[in-house]
C-alpha cells in the first residue's frame, strides 16, 4: 500500500507565502521523480514543477522564479516553496510521484490534493 499525503494548503493574501509538503507513505522501496501539479477553478490540471530524485528540477514558466521545489529523500517527501502568490496561483494542488514499492514496482501516485486560495 503506497499514499501520497498532502499539507500545507490554506488561505493567503496576495504576496503571501505557502509551503505545501506531501509524503510517500505505506510499502515503500524508493521515490523517484515527483512533482507538483495544479487545477484552477473551471480550467484544466497543469504542471507546476517537477524534480527528479538527484535534485534537477523544471518548472512552469508562470511560477519560475516564485516557486521552489525541493525534497528530502529520506523523509519520502517533496515541498513546493510559494512565494509571491497571486490570485491566479489559487488552485488544487496534486503531488505526484513515480514510487517503487516493497515489490520492486514503479508506479504513478497521486495525492488527495490540497486547495491553495489567494485572495486579492
Known amino acids: 500500500q503506497v499514499q501520497l499525503v498532502e499539507s500545507g494548503g490554506g488561505l493567503v493574501q496576495a504576496g503571501g507565502s505557502l509551503r505545501l509538503s506531501c509524503a510517500a507513505a505505506g510499502s515503500v522501496f524508493r521515490v523517484n521523480a515527483m512533482g507538483w501539479y495544479r487545477q484552477p477553478p473551471g480550467k484544466q490540471r497543469e504542471l507546476v514543477a517537477t524534480?527528479?530524485?538527484?535534485?534537477?528540477?523544471d518548472y512552469a514558466e508562470s511560477v519560475k522564479g516564485r516557486f521552489t521545489i525541493s525534497r528530502d529523500n529520506a523523509k519520502k517527501t517533496v515541498y513546493l516553496q510559494m512565494n509571491s502568490l497571486t490570485p491566479e496561483d489559487t488552485a488544487v494542488y496534486y503531488c505526484?510521484?513515480?514510487?517503487?514499492?516493497?515489490?520492486?514496482?514503479?508506479?504513478?501516485?497521486w495525492g488527495q490534493g490540497t486547495q491553495v486560495t489567494v485572495s486579492s
Open positions: 505526484n510521484a513515480d514510487v517503487m514499492d516493497t515489490s520492486l514496482r514503479e508506479r504513478t501516485y
Open positions: 524534480i527528479t530524485r538527484s535534485g534537477s528540477t
